[in-house]
């Protein structure tokens, strides 16, 4: 079918709205690196607190993971969308108001439930609703919001740094504002057809595909999902892990595990704790969180414009091996106590941000079977929170007690991450999600 049949400004304005769950992942994941220098003023955090606090987003995204797959399979992926939109918006007033350590907790806890529904729908709605041309470029969208919610809330908790020691109530409680216009755009999305599919409501389905790329592109479209998805069937996360999916399924759970434990996210995170221990003031360690929110943006519009064309493998192998490199690179800067580490950090960022970052998400929202996607896709991005959970919490332990060569401990994952993407991942792009399920399943 030619490409000029396609709807690309509907295809692409009902993937903005989706990956809008993405920028609110960027503002909670990134909130904490400014507020937590106010945080351990105000609540008397020590190590051990000061991961807990910021890995508790992730326990609560794994929590968020399973109702969103729950969630998603019975009622639909656009009521997900409004329930995890309705959740940011909560927390982040919760956050704002928190009197003490532990109600502080609970609502980043509650904030994480909306960033693990965000994390695992927003991807995989906008992977069901795109052809398979744009799919690629459709999905690092919700990449690319995720990058501009991490540099806006960056360059808001920068502007915020001297109103006092309250300053961090502000940067929690302003996540209302985009959580609401998250809200109100939700509504306006269509209900993903591949899930209408299944929900035995076929008619709807080829009323949203018409609107996406015509009569032709409906009409096979349809009968490629009727092939692969039952109709009126709950999947239940059993049945993910029986044979014919489980190899798409492990892949997936072991590109999500890398993705977090290659260590990227500790400099995201814990910007301030690193530039302090070489000797950089407060306003010197924020200014750095803005100047790595810029360098992920960018080089995530970069992976935007390569993901469809150069493909995913070559994408990952780049970055497995990239920052392993600069790990190396970065614990000898360290060393010396050397101002130059900013360099290979923030190059370190955009090999992440133009690799990993996003073609992680694109594979996970790619490669499982129609039958399970929910489940299937719920079981990865809970693991990929629970390898975040770990990343962040031992943190501060492992620099406290190893401290430069703790990046060696990274580098040594990359190197194993490089091999498993070389021997297990296979190249998706160009296919439908029909094509790409007797490629990785064979059947």
């Given amino acids: 079918m030619p490409r000029s049949a396609y709807n690309n400004a509907y295809i692409l304005g009902i ?11 960027g503002f909670d994941f990134a909130v904490i690196a400014g507020a937590l220098p106010f945080l351990q003023r105000q609540f008397g955090l020590d190590e051990y607190w000061a991961g807990f606090a910021t890995g508790s987003l992730a326990l609560g995204a794994i929590l968020g993971c399973l109702i969103a797959g729950a969630l998603s399979d019975r009622y639909g992926r656009k009521r997900g969308l409004l329930t995890a939109a309705a959740i940011f918006g909560l927390s982040s007033l919760a956050m704002a108001f928190a009197p003490v350590r532990g109600i502080f907790i609970a609502s980043r806890f509650m904030a994480g439930i ?30 690319l919001t995720v990058v501009t919610g991490i540099l806006v809330t960056n360059l808001v908790n920068y502007s915020l740094r001297n ?17 609401a216009l998250f809200f109100a755009g939700a509504w306006w999305l269509p209900e993903s057809p591949r899930w209408l599919v299944k929900a035995g409501r076929s008619d709807l389905a ?16 349809l009968a490629d999902i009727q092939r692969t998805t039952g109709k009126n069937v709950r999947i239940s996360y059993a049945a993910a892990f029986q ?16 993705q977090q434990l ?15 221990s070489i000797g950089v003031p407060r306003d010197g360690q924020l200014l750095q969180t803005v100047f790595i929110g810029g360098v992920n943006l960018l080089f995530t519009l970069l992976a935007m414009l390569l993901v469809d064309k150069i493909g995913r493998k070559p994408l990952m ?11 190396i690179v970065v614990v000898r800067m360290l060393a010396v106590r050397s101002s130059q580490v900013s360099w290979y950090l923030l190059a370190a960022i955009g090999t992440y941000a133009m690799s990993l970052a996003p073609v992680t998400w694109v ?16 079981i990865a991005v809970l693991s990929l929170w629970t390898a975040y959970f770990i990343l962040v919490f031992t943190f501060p332990i492992l620099y406290r007690h190893l401290q430069d060569s703790t990046f060696y401990i990274y580098a040594g994952i990359c190197a194993l991450g490089a091999l498993f993407i070389g021997l297990k991942v296979k190249e998706t792009k160009g296919k439908t999600l029909e094509e790409l399920e007797e490629v990785i399943i064979g059947h």
């Fill in 243 to 258: 044979k014919a999916a489980l190899p798409a399924v492990l892949v997936g759970i072991g590109l999500a595990v890398f």
């Fill in 114 to 143: 909306g960033v693990g529904m965000a994390s695992m729908l927003s991807p995989m709605y906008i992977a069901e609703i795109s052809p398979a041309h744009l799919r690629g470029r459709m999905v690092a969208i919700n990449q």
């Fill in 317 to 327: 192998l780049l970055g497995a091996c990239g920052l392993g490199i600069l790990y």
């Fill in 206 to 221: 080829r009323t949203t595909l018409e609107k996406i790329g015509g009569q032709a592109f409906a009409q096979s479209s």
């Fill in 262 to 276: 290659c260590g990227i996210n500790v400099v995201f995170n814990y910007t301030t704790l690193i530039f302090q």
């Fill in 163 to 179: 109103m006092g020691e309250d300053a961090w109530r502000w940067m929690f409680g302003l996540g209302v504002v985009p959580s």
């Fill in 363 to 378: 594979l996970i929202s790619e490669i499982f079977p129609n039958k399970v996607r929910g489940a299937a896709t719920s």
């Fill in 15 to 25: 993937s903005f709205i989706s990956a809008l769950g993405g920028y609110l992942f």
